[in-house]
């Protein structure tokens, strides 16, 4: 939707899509040139809290998992790290590292589609990722490995890759054996080598010049 005057014009675009979430854009443009730009990111209420009102403590991470499919760690273990300092305990040594790693999947396989399926085709010009396809064949399907990659892990400590069922307060109700985490270990080096590529690949984005008024902590 576009308002008009004789100098200004402010181009309002309701939903934007391909965003984690759903955004808003909004520009003004004023004799030919752009005055201002807003771009608002937003989700409806989702009512969470009320959820768990009056639910058994063991029954929080599968609710809280459903927030997000593409990041439901982030919320797993909020949850648990905050009902566990309740309960005063601590986990520590290999419980700790297989949640550190669970936790990799996710930042792999969210970084994947944000990068090669939500930014690259913004930068190189493409409606989406399916069109980007055909003229980067080979840098989608580095993306999608990567993000198969990420899910693996997640599949593996999880239990499945969208909404994992295993983790829970003092750990996992599943922990993988030596042999199942051996398996993943030839695609993770690829994908160590192919993160790195991609961020040189990323690097050479022609990037707008800006400089944010706040700071990300």
């Known amino acids: 939707m576009a ?11 309701g939903t934007i899509a391909r965003v984690e979430g759903e955004g808003a854009l909004r520009v003004t443009v004023k004799d030919g040139t752009i005055q201002d730009v807003e771009l608002r990111i937003f989700e409806p209420p989702r009512f969470f809290e009320a959820f768990l009102q009056g639910r058994h403590y063991e029954e929080v991470p599968d609710i809280v998992a459903r927030i997000c499919g593409i990041c439901p760690v982030a919320y797993q273990m909020s949850a648990v790290h905050a009902i566990e300092q309740i309960f005063g305990l601590h986990v520590d040594g290999t419980l700790r590292d297989l949640r550190r790693l669970i936790y990799c999947g996710e930042w792999i396989e969210s970084h994947a589609l944000h990068v090669f399926m939500l930014q690259a085709p913004d930068f190189l010009g493409y409606e989406s990722g399916i069109a980007m396809a055909k003229d980067h064949a080979s840098l989608v399907t580095r993306g999608l490995r990567l993000k198969k990659a990420g899910n693996a892990i997640m599949t593996l400590l999880g239990g499945r890759s969208v909404h994992p069922v295993s983790v829970k307060v003092g750990g996992f109700s599943r922990v993988p054996s030596r042999r199942e985490l051996d398996a993943l270990k030839n695609e993770l080096l690829w994908a160590r080598d192919a993160a790195v590529e991609t961020v040189r690949w990323v690097a050479g984005f022609d990037y707008p010049e800006f400089t944010p008024d706040y700071t990300c902590v």
């Open 3 to 13: 308002e008009e005057t004789s100098q200004t014009r402010i181009i309002s675009v």
